[in-house]
């Protein structure tokens, strides 16, 4: 990969142009970065980002959910990134970071924009089912409402929405496929959905495709990237769209507010909206590129896709009503068993 024409101006003006003293601070103290993503995703990305520009980085790995609440505690905050997490789990925190608008904004696919000024969209990561084929027998699933199946009580991964944010996706669009305009009926839809899981709420977005993978649950809830991944592994596997309809919801990459470093956390976001790093994660990555000029290169499966709505108006609810709600669905479930 590398940085060329607009964002390699970019990256010059910031760092030479007028920010002497800038400079010096950002030399003496590594970039910190919160991310949810895995290592093994970061990694050539920190490190093709460190080489191009000589800025050291710093990565603390952790969930959205903890790391969200790390930022909300912290202070001053010792990070200046937080890379990872859907916008629809950073939206209402808008009080932990500092509003920026990146240099390529236009080369992004419209319905992917910072129009709120504080989340530049990442990449693309439709929410998908995770089969084991040994286990499903002569089972059928194509989407959520397979999983009311008496036959999958207890073999269903799903992490608590409230510390991943794919699992926070997977609710969202359970409420908006299964709901449709009722909303009470999606929620219906998810108190028989926990009555299923028989108890097993987990811990991390991890645990769902790895339990699946392991042979410790029929189906598990993730999303597109971690399930390529495991097919990729050559285990007992395959990625069911769903047909009742797939909510694909971009990750972002966020500026800390109390950032020391914020030259080189602009610089940051620069390099992750790339052509050349988003043409890198495309290929190597499994993901899906928000870019207009990056195309999947790889063979993706069919998505019943959930029309795009503006992040702000999908629900009326605010993320802690909704997660108020889904745990007194998950109570009941537990009372009921």
């Given at each position: 990969?590398?940085i ?45 980002f ?9 990565v603390?790995h ?6 969200l ?13 937080l890379w ?7 939206a ?25 000024g ?10 998908v089912l995770l089969?084991?084929?040994?286990l499903?027998?002569d ?8 999983l ?12 608590d ?20 305009a ?12 926990c ?15 790895e ?12 999303f ?7 097919a990729?592994?050559?285990g ?8 009742d ?14 950032t020391?470093?914020?030259?080189a ?10 052509r050349e ?9 499994h ?5 207009l ?7 993706r499966?069919?998505m019943?896709?959930?029309?795009q ?7 009326t ?5 909704l ?11 537990e009372?009921g068993?």
């Amino acid at each position: 990969m590398k940085i060329r024409g607009l964002i390699y101006f970019f990256i010059c003006a910031l760092l030479f142009a007028g920010c002497s003293g800038q400079r010096a601070e950002n030399e003496q103290t590594a970039l910190v970065i919160y991310s949810s993503h895995p290592q093994s995703f970061v990694q050539p990305l920190v490190d093709e980002f460190e080489r191009q520009t000589g800025i050291a980085v710093q990565v603390v790995h952790g969930s959205t959910g903890e790391l969200l609440a790390r930022l909300a505690k912290e202070e001053p905050s010792k990070a200046d990134i937080l890379w990872g997490g859907a916008i629809s789990t950073v939206a209402e925190k808008s009080e932990l970071f500092v509003p920026y608008t990146s240099t390529q904004e236009e080369m992004l696919q419209p319905w992917f924009r910072n129009n709120e000024g504080f989340m530049t969209r990442f990449t693309n990561v439709p929410s998908v089912l995770l089969v084991n084929t040994n286990l499903l027998g002569d089972m059928e699933i194509h989407g959520y409402a397979d999983l009311l199946s008496p036959r999958l009580q207890g073999k269903i991964a799903f992490a608590d929405p409230a510390g991943s944010s794919s699992a926070y996706e997977h609710l969202l669009n359970m409420l908006a496929v299964m709901g449709q305009a009722d909303r009470e009926q999606g929620w219906q839809y998810v108190q028989s959905f926990c009555q299923n899981l028989d108890g097993k709420l987990l811990d991390s977005s991890a645990a769902v495709y790895e339990g699946v993978t392991k042979g410790q649950f029929v189906v598990g809830c993730t999303f597109e990237e971690a399930a390529m991944q495991e097919a990729a592994k050559g285990g007992p596997v395959k990625i069911v769209y769903m047909t009742d309809g797939v909510m694909s919801e971009p990750d972002g990459v966020y500026i800390v507010r109390q950032t020391k470093n914020l030259t080189a956390a602009q610089t940051f976001v620069e390099f992750a909206v790339s052509r050349e790093a988003q043409k890198y994660i495309a290929s190597h990555l499994h993901r899906r590129s928000v870019r207009l000029d990056v195309l999947p290169l790889d063979e993706r499966g069919f998505m019943f896709a959930v029309p795009q709505q503006d992040w702000g108006a999908r629900h009326t609810e605010s993320r802690e009503e909704l997660l108020q709600r889904f745990r007194r669905c998950y109570a009941l479930s537990e009372g009921g068993n």
